[in-house]
Nanobody, 124 residues
C-alpha cells in the first residue's frame, strides 16, 4: 500500500498563491505517476495536474494551465502543486493521488491511491 498526506491548503484572496505538498510513503516503488484532483461542493471530482515519476512529463487541465505548476522530488517521494493567480472558481478540496502506471488519461478511476484532501478557499 501507499499512503499519501497532503498539506498546504488554506484561505487566500483572489490573485494570490498557495503551494500544496503531498508526501508518499509505503510501497512507493510501485508508483509511476502522481496527480492532483479537486472537488467543489456539488460537483464531480476533476483532474487538475499530473506528473510521471520517471521523465517528469506533466499534464494539466485547461482551466489551470499557465497558472498551476506540478513538480516532484523523487528523493523525498513528494509532489507539489504551485498555484498562482488563484480565482474563486479554484475553491475546492484538493486531493493527491498516485497510480501504478504512467499517465495515460485523466480519469479518477485510473489512480490507485488517494490522500484525504486539503481545503483551498479563494475569496473574491
Amino acid at each position: 500500500q501507499v499512503q499519501l498526506v497532503e498539506s498546504g491548503g488554506g484561505l487566500v484572496q483572489a490573485g494570490g498563491s498557495l503551494r500544496l505538498s503531498c508526501a508518499a510513503s509505503g510501497r512507493t516503488f510501485t508508483v509511476y505517476a502522481m496527480g492532483w484532483f479537486r472537488q467543489a461542493p456539488g460537483k464531480e471530482r476533476e483532474f487538475v495536474a499530473a506528473v510521471n515519476w520517471v521523465g517528469g512529463s506533466t499534464y494539466y487541465a485547461d482551466s489551470v494551465k499557465g497558472r498551476f505548476t506540478i513538480s516532484r522530488d523523487n528523493a523525498k517521494n513528494t509532489v507539489y502543486l504551485q498555484m498562482n493567480s488563484l480565482k474563486p472558481d479554484d475553491t475546492a478540496v484538493y486531493f493527491c493521488a498516485a497510480r501504478r502506471t504512467i499517465v495515460t488519461g485523466r480519469a479518477p478511476n485510473e489512480y490507485d491511491y488517494w490522500g484525504r484532501g486539503t481545503q483551498v478557499t479563494v475569496s473574491s
